[in-house]
Every structure is written in structure tokens, then in C-alpha cells.
């Protein structure tokens, strides 16, 4: 049996992330280009993580979309106007270095 996937390019969350003054953010899955997990205290080219866009995994985008709105992990985050990306990071587990950061496309 053929499961259609849908993607709802609208869902937005909200969230708030730090560091300074906690800022309040809405991040729409549309606007998500893409998500890393892996550790955290490490280069990024991909060497201790995995990097997907949404084109590739809508599913677990939007679980990332979730785990932000829930506000149950630590989450910061780099306003990048050169590249005009925000990147958001939320920390799943301090003790194993577990980061699952985000690249969204800021408007
Ligand atoms: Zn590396």
C-alpha cells in the first residue's frame, strides 16, 4: 500500500531561544533549508553528524519544529544577516554532546 506524504510547508512553531535576552522566534517548515544532528563541539562538515534538507526528510524537520516548540531543550541561536539564515540549536543531551541545529531561511 502507497502511503502519499504530504508536507505542510505552512506548520510553524514557536519558540524562544537565548543566549543574552531570550528572543521569541516563528519558524515556518517551508522556510527550514536544513537540519544537523550530531555532536555539537565539533566542526560541521558532517564528520560527527548528519546533515538533511526538508526535501530529503520533511518527517524529522518537522520533528526538530516540535522538540523546539515543546521548550523542553536548551536553544540558541545565531542571527546571521550576511547569509540572511537564522540557525537555531537545541541541545538534546549535554552529557553526550548531542545538538540538533537548524538553517532557516530568515524573510
Ligand atoms: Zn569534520
Known amino acids: 500500500m ?3 506524504i504530504t508536507i505542510d510547508y505552512d506548520y510553524e512553531v514557536s519558540f524562544l531561544a537565548t543566549p543574552i535576552e531570550p528572543r521569541k522566534f516563528r519558524v515556518k517548515l517551508e522556510d527550514v533549508i536544513q537540519l544537523y544532528t550530531g555532536k555539537g563541539n565539533v566542526c560541521r562538515c558532517g564528520c560527527a553528524g548528519d546533515y538533511v534538507t526538508l526535501a530529503e526528510n520533511p518527517k524529522r524537520i518537522k520533528t526538530a519544529l516540535k522538540r523546539l ?3 523542553n531543550y536548551k536553544t540558541t541561536y545565531i542571527d546571521n544577516s ?8 537545541m541541545t538534546i ?13 530568515k524573510k
Open 93 to 105: 543531551s549535554e552529557e553526550t554532546d548531542r545538538v540538533w541545529t537548524l538553517y532557516v531561511k
Open 69 to 71: 516548540a515543546s521548550g
Open 82 to 89: 550576511v547569509c540572511n539564515e537564522l540557525i537555531v540549536e
Open 2 to 4: 502507497n502511503k502519499e
